[in-house]
């Protein structure tokens, strides 16, 4: 049931937290961020977050200083809208499992498309594939 309880506030926090960033947040410099996913502690006093940008490397870990700059402010709002007993404690974890997805989804293309290459032509065979 407990199990249950920090999956359905851990959901909560992933969308609040998506809302205020897009919304509320007041500084143009985080530009746009997406929040993955949420881990939420059993006693719900501590979340990891996990947010993506589309951006290179020097960017992304300039947007990653000010997130988490700002731990205190979000935190704040996620009282705020929430209504917690104890609002967690935020910690930003960049996830980069999107442009993992990316990298492999480029390199099954390219075997794909080598292998494809190899393959012996069906045309090319001298038979007339109209024939029976």
């Known amino acids: 049931m407990a199990h249950k309880r920090i ?3 851990g959901e909560a926090i ?5 809302f205020i960033l897009d919304r509320k ?3 143009p410099r985080i530009g746009m961020v997406t929040v993955t ?3 939420l502690s059993e006693d719900m006093h501590y979340a990891k ?5 589309m951006c290179d490397d020097e960017e992304r870990h300039k947007r990653m200083r000010l997130l988490r700059k700002a731990r205190r ?6 009282a705020h809208t929430l209504h917690l007993r104890v609002s967690p404690d935020l910690t930003f974890v ?5 442009e993992n997805y990316i990298r492999i989804n480029e390199v099954l293309k390219r075997i794909h498309d080598e292998e494809r290459e190899h393959e012996p032509d069906p045309e090319g065979s ?5 024939d029976p």
């Open 14 to 18: 992933k969308r609040e937290l998506s």
């Open 94 to 98: 960049l996830d980069d499992s999107a």
């Open 25 to 27: 947040m007041g500084d």
């Open 126 to 130: 001298g038979e007339d594939p109209s």
């Open 37 to 39: 996913r949420v881990e």
């Open 7 to 9: 999956l359905r506030v």
């Open 73 to 78: 402010f979000l935190r704040g709002e996620l």
């Open 49 to 53: 977050v996990f947010v993506s940008f």
